[in-house]
């Protein structure tokens, strides 16, 4: 699977579970770790960082439905191209995340459905990145994480838990 792109959810036991990240042809793991799953839980796992600092990052899901015409969303910072930490919110003076670190994942926010939201460095004005309103659809919760390694190839990238 290439780079930003992701696999349907599949089922596994509770437990602890050894797991790695391998390149397409390789057996040679670029990060390889242990997870601890509970029951009746959900979770996404990415993989994180550049050649030299290759990590992963494990999220627990929280699948509670919207209220009606709204969507739930929660932001987790993958890009080493943000010279420092990030905002997000609906506008420069409504932020519904502030300060969001390097690999460290926002709680959910609810919104209504079909809102714009922008991307900031930290305490800034100027947005570094739009998502079109007609993204986000009722109904859905989402996860949007923000990627690259330079202020060129900067992106968002939205994944749908449900």
Do not use: C, W
Request: charged residues 10%; proline residues 1%; without cysteine.
């Amino acid at each position: 699977m290439a780079y930003t792109q992701s696999s349907d959810y599949f089922t596994e036991n509770a437990g602890s579970h050894s797991a790695k990240f391998t390149n397409t042809g390789s057996t040679t793991a670029n990060v390889a770790f242990n997870v601890t799953l509970q029951a009746d839980s959900s979770y996404t796992i990415y993989y994180t960082g550049s050649d030299a600092t290759q990590g992963s990052i494990v999220t627990t899901n929280n699948l509670t439905a919207p209220s009606a015409g709204m969507a739930r969303v929660r932001v987790i910072n993958l890009s080493t191209a943000a010279a420092a930490n990030i905002d997000f919110g609906l506008s420069a003076t409504s932020k519904l995340v502030t300060n969001l670190a390097y690999r460290a994942v926002s709680a959910y926010n609810t919104i209504n459905a079909n809102t714009a939201l922008y991307l900031y460095a930290a305490g800034s004005i100027n947005a570094m990145l739009n998502i079109p309103a007609t993204t986000i659809q009722a109904g859905k919760i989402y996860t949007i994480y923000i990627s690259g390694s330079t202020a060129i190839d900067i992106k968002y990238n939205i994944v749908a838990e449900n």
